[in-house]
């Protein structure tokens, strides 16, 4: 799979930070991952392992099965759960959003960052292949936000996140908002360490997208079908979705917005509040790629 999707590339990961009017300093000091080496006025991060050293996915001709390379995921879960522990310990609700291209998650993070900037303290780390565009149009609302260029890469990992928390360096208290790569794939096997994975779909995509990737919806905690305000153009029918995103997950929540309209984003403001009420964190939504698989 990685052969053919480009993960397999050597590119360096790229980090660049554009503090926002908004931004708060960390009052307990920032993390304390390896160092990180600056080039310009962007950071190149190295990840703790190449892409070349892996594949998400193997046929097994022998055996006639897909089987998972554990040991890199079980890598990953590792470094996801330092993730966790430390934000637990500064009571940082992270919430990854996955998603594929075009779903409207920036557009999603612009109102929810103007909508809730007096309610809450928000930040953001942007994940995309390459260019700052979200990350620009995130600060242009004021909020602190962290750029990740993963190059070739098509997801995530919890090492990226680490670093990329470093460089955000965000208050106790606060909620870190991740957008992922664009991709209904590989980002459902990779634990950042995030309280809850959010799938966002919208309703131009088709509503078959939860049993086509199953994956992702069953690691997500919640469904944010968005863009409802093009219903009347488009083939898309909502009950539908609902009942194919339950029968790959049972427990998800659905919640149907428009991020350009505002209609529906109370729920989805009412839903990262319960998160946050659920402070400080016994637990996380997110499941690890081994129990995704198990």
Same mark, same amino acid.
């Given at each position: 799979?990685?052969?053919?999707?480009?993960?397999?590339?050597?590119?360096?990961?790229?980090?660049?930070?554009?503090?926002?009017?908004?931004?708060?300093?960390?009052?307990?000091?920032?993390?304390?991952?390896?160092?990180?080496?600056?080039?310009?006025?962007?950071?190149?991060?190295?990840?703790?392992?190449?892409?070349?050293?892996?594949? &998400?996915?193997?046929?097994?001709?022998?055996?006639?099965?897909?089987?998972? /390379?554990?040991?890199?995921?079980?890598?990953?879960?590792?470094?996801?759960?330092?993730?966790?522990?430390?934000?637990?310990? %500064?009571?940082?609700?992270?919430?990854?959003?996955?998603?594929?291209?075009?779903? *409207?998650?920036?557009?999603?993070?612009?109102?929810?960052?103007?909508? =809730?900037?007096?309610?809450?303290?928000?930040?953001?780390?942007? *994940?995309?292949?390459?260019?700052?565009?979200?990350?620009?149009?995130?600060?242009?609302?004021?909020?602190?936000?962290?750029?990740?260029?993963?190059?070739?890469?098509?997801?995530?990992?919890?090492?990226?996140?680490?670093?990329? =928390?470093?460089?955000?360096?965000?208050?106790?208290?606060?909620?870190?908002?991740?957008?992922?790569? *664009?991709?209904?794939?590989?980002?459902? =096997? !990779?634990?950042? *360490? /995030?309280?809850?994975?959010?799938?966002?779909?919208?309703?131009?995509?088709?509503?078959?997208?939860? =049993?086509?990737?199953? &994956?992702? !919806?069953?690691?997500?905690?919640?469904?944010?079908?968005?863009?409802?305000?093009?219903?009347?153009?488009?083939? !898309?029918?909502? %009950?539908?979705?609902?009942?194919?995103?339950?029968?790959?997950?049972?427990?998800?929540?659905?919640?149907?917005?428009?991020?350009?309209?505002?209609?529906?984003?109370?729920?989805?403001?009412?839903?990262?509040?319960?998160?946050?009420?659920?402070?400080? !964190?016994?637990?996380?939504?997110?499941?690890?790629?081994?129990?995704? &698989?198990?």
């Amino acid at each position: 799979m990685c052969t053919t999707c480009g993960c397999s590339d050597h590119n360096n990961v790229t980090m660049t930070h554009l503090p926002g009017r908004l931004a708060r300093d960390a009052q307990d000091g920032p993390l304390h991952f390896r160092k990180i080496s600056p080039v310009g006025d962007a950071v190149t991060v190295v990840p703790t392992h190449s892409h070349g050293e892996h594949t &998400h996915l193997h046929f097994n001709k022998d055996a006639g099965t897909i089987r998972l /390379e554990a040991e890199i995921l079980s890598k990953n879960d590792g470094l996801a759960k330092q993730n966790r522990d430390w934000l637990q310990a %500064q009571n940082i609700l992270a919430l990854n959003l996955v998603s594929s291209p075009g779903s *409207g998650k920036t557009t999603l993070l612009e109102r929810s960052i103007r909508d =809730l900037e007096d309610e809450m303290n928000l930040s953001v780390i942007e *994940g995309d292949q390459q260019t700052l565009l979200d990350a620009e149009r995130i600060q242009a609302t004021g909020c602190n936000v962290v750029q990740l260029n993963t190059g070739a890469g098509c997801h995530l990992e919890a090492d990226m996140l680490a670093r990329g =928390l470093e460089k955000l360096n965000p208050a106790p208290h606060s909620v870190v908002m991740i957008e992922n790569v *664009g991709n209904l794939v590989c980002p459902a =096997l !990779f634990d950042l *360490g /995030e309280y809850a994975k959010v799938a966002i779909l919208s309703v131009t995509e088709g509503e078959d997208k939860p =049993l086509k990737y199953p &994956h992702m !919806f069953r690691a997500a905690s919640l469904m944010v079908l968005n863009k409802v305000d093009l219903l009347p153009y488009v083939n !898309f029918d909502v %009950q539908r979705c609902r009942e194919y995103a339950k029968q790959v997950n049972p427990d998800i929540e659905v919640i149907t917005v428009s991020a350009t309209t505002g209609e529906g984003l109370q729920g989805w403001y009412d839903w990262i509040r319960t998160a946050i009420d659920s402070r400080p !964190f016994k637990g996380s939504q997110s499941r690890t790629s081994q129990e995704l &698989h198990s």
